[in-house]
C-alpha cells in the first residue's frame, strides 16, 4: 500500500493480528536500514499483540533506493556514505509532515480504533518516534526509542530532549551501553527535560549494544531484544489500551 504525503506517495504496510478488529494503531519507525523484511517481521510480531501497526518507508524521497546488508554496511566505505547521507537526508521537518499523513491514513482505515496511537523506533526511528509525539501531542499517547541516537544532543537543534515538553504521551527510552550516539550526558539531558515538562518516562540502559532490538544487526542481543519486547508491550497496555 501507500500513504500519500505532501512529499509523494509513501510506500507502507499495515500489520494486524487475526480476527476482526479494530485495534489501537502503531507508527514503527525502522533504524538506519529502513524497512526490509526483518522490520516487517517485527512489525507482525507487534501487531501480534493487539495491534495494527504501520510500516512506513521512511526514505520514500529517494524513490528506488537500493536496500542496505546491515550485516556489512558498516565496513564498507560507499555503502557506509550512502547509508549516512540517505540517514540524514530525512529531517525532522519530514518526519513531522509525513507524521500528519500517516496519522490521517490510520484515521481512515476501518482496522483501526480511536484515535490515540502509539510510536516506537530503532536507531534513527527512536529519534523520530520522539520528534512526532511531540509534534502530535493529540494523537501520540505512547512513545518508545530504542537504541536511539541524538535525543539528548546540543549540537542538533531537532534533537527531541528540546520539544520534550510538548510531550503528552507516556515515554519509554532503552539506551544502550557504551553508545556513542547516546551518552550518559545525553541520557541526563532528556531526562532533565522530560521532568521539567511534566512527562510520565521511563529512561534505561540496557547491558548491550546499539542496534540490540533488531535481529540482522551484527550487535542483536536476544537477551536485549526480548527485554525490549515486555517493555513495549507493557508500555502500549498501560497507556494505548485494546477495546
Not at 541526563?188 to 547491558?207: I, S
Not at 546499539?210 to 525490549?228: I, K, L, M, S
Amino acid at each position: 500500500m501507500v500513504v500519500p504525503t505532501p512529499d509523494g506517495d509513501c510506500p507502507a504496510s499495515l500489520h494486524t493480528p487475526d480476527g476482526p478488529g479494530p485495534w489501537p494503531a502503531v507508527i514503527l519507525y525502522p533504524d538506519a536500514g529502513g524497512t526490509r523484511p526483518v522490520l516487517r517481521d517485527m512489525a507482525d510480531r507487534l501487531a501480534a499483540a493487539g495491534y495494527a501497526v504501520l510500516l512506513p518507508d521512511v526514505y520514500h524521497r529517494t524513490p528506488g533506493w537500493e536496500p542496505f546488508d546491515v550485516a556489512t554496511v558498516f565496513g564498507d566505505p560507499d555503502e557506509r556514505a550512502r547509508l549516512m547521507g540517505m540517514v540524514h537526508g530525512v529531517t525532522a521537518a519530514m518526519y513531522r509532515t509525513d507524521a500528519d499523513a500517516f496519522l490521517d491514513f490510520l484515521s481512515t482505515r476501518s482496522e483501526v480504533a480511536g484515535e490515540a496511537v502509539g510510536t516506537t523506533g530503532y536507531c534513527m526511528g527512536g529519534r523520530a518516534s520522539l520528534i512526532v509525539a511531540a509534534h502530535r501531542p493529540d494523537r501520540v499517547a505512547a512513545a518508545a526509542s530504542f537504541h536511539g541516537g541524538g535525543l539528548g544532543s546540543e549540537e542538533d537543534p531537532d534533537a527531541p530532549y528540546r520539544t520534550a515538553g510538548a510531550i503528552r504521551a507516556t515515554v519509554l527510552v532503552a539506551g544502550a551501553e557504551d553508545d556513542g550516539s547516546f551518552t550518559d550526558e545525553q541520557r541526563d539531558r532528556l531526562v532533565a527535560a522530560l521532568e521539567a515538562g511534566g512527562v510520565t518516562h521511563t529512561v534505561e540502559t540496557y547491558p548491550a549494544a546499539h542496534g540490540f532490538a533488531v535481529p540482522d544487526n551484527p550487535t542483536y542481543d536476544e537477551a536485549a531484544a526480548e527485554r525490549h519486547w515486555t517493555a513495549l508491550t507493557a508500555l502500549y497496555a498501560e497507556a494505548l489500551p485494546r477495546p
